[in-house]
């Protein structure tokens, strides 16, 4: 029986799709990763050593994305909500195993992302060993803007990165201190996981990740990708 012709016992969700920059088509999202402390002072701010030691991953969901500057609701369970802004790599071709030297053949754009974190429930998971899905991978916690191909972009390996909170610098950066490139993050990342046409990768953060409250204007940008603005309500 054919997918078309199958019918299921509760309506399949929506496919999660993000706009793509100067194109009417979208891109399909299939799964968010994130590389967890992937700049030096950001590791140091989190109380870690930035030695270059192997990247580590975690998740979010396709449907944690916020689209089209949308506003971002204060959630549940927190009194401690962070900012992260990120760029985020979109992939065009999947693969195991990729090499650092064909790995950005892979990539079909690029955009920019905040992940937000409930850094109370983050850090408690933290201290008791458990997963961090409960301070990452919550509803609204991906706020992306639409994504900038590679054909119009080239590839991004500098250029500022910074997030302002009501019009104050929090987070202020570059691309070149990426502590593990995106080519790099790719190859290991494909070494763990089989990637696919459709996977985002968000590469990290610079320092000054730091607390919002209802109210609050994020305004983010990155050289060649632009802004986001969003609030939170």
């Known amino acids: 029986m054919s997918i078309s012709q199958t019918e299921f016992v509760v309506a399949p969700a ?7 920059r100067g194109s009417l088509a979208r891109f399909p999202v299939r ?4 590389v967890g402390r992937n700049y030096a002072e950001h590791t140091r701010e ?15 969901n396709p449907d944690n994305l916020v689209l089209d500057n949308g506003d971002f609701p204060y959630p549940s369970m ?8 990120e760029m985020v790599v979109a992939l065009g071709m999947g693969g195991s195993d990729i090499s650092v030297d064909k790995a950005l053949d892979h990539v079909y754009g690029y955009a920019l992302g905040l992940d937000m974190t409930r850094r ?6 933290k ?22 191909t590679v054909d119009k972009v080239g590839h991004l390996a500098k250029g500022a990165i910074w997030l302002k909170v009501n019009g104050e610098v929090k987070q ?16 290991h990342l494909s070494t763990i996981f089989e990637l696919k046409a459709g996977d985002l990768i968000m590469t990290g953060t610079p320092a000054g990740v730091g607390a919002v409250k209802r ?3 994020m305004d983010g940008f990155c050289e060649g990708i632009g802004s986001i603005l969003v609030k939170v309500v």
């Open 78 to 85: 927190t009194s401690n909500v962070h900012h992260e802004v």
């Open 127 to 148: 201290k008791t060993g458990r997963p961090w899905e409960i301070g990452k991978a919550f509803e609204h916690s991906a706020p992306m803007t639409d994504i900038v």
């Open 120 to 125: 109370d429930l983050q850090n408690e998971a």
């Open 31 to 34: 799964r968010v990763y994130c």
């Open 14 to 20: 929506p496919v999660v799709s993000v706009a793509v």
């Open 46 to 60: 989190m109380g870690h050593d930035p030695d270059r030691e192997l990247p580590f991953f975690f998740q979010k």
């Open 215 to 217: 109210g609050d204007v």
């Open 172 to 187: 202020q950066g570059d691309l070149d201190q990426l502590i593990w490139n995106v080519p790099e993050i790719i190859a």
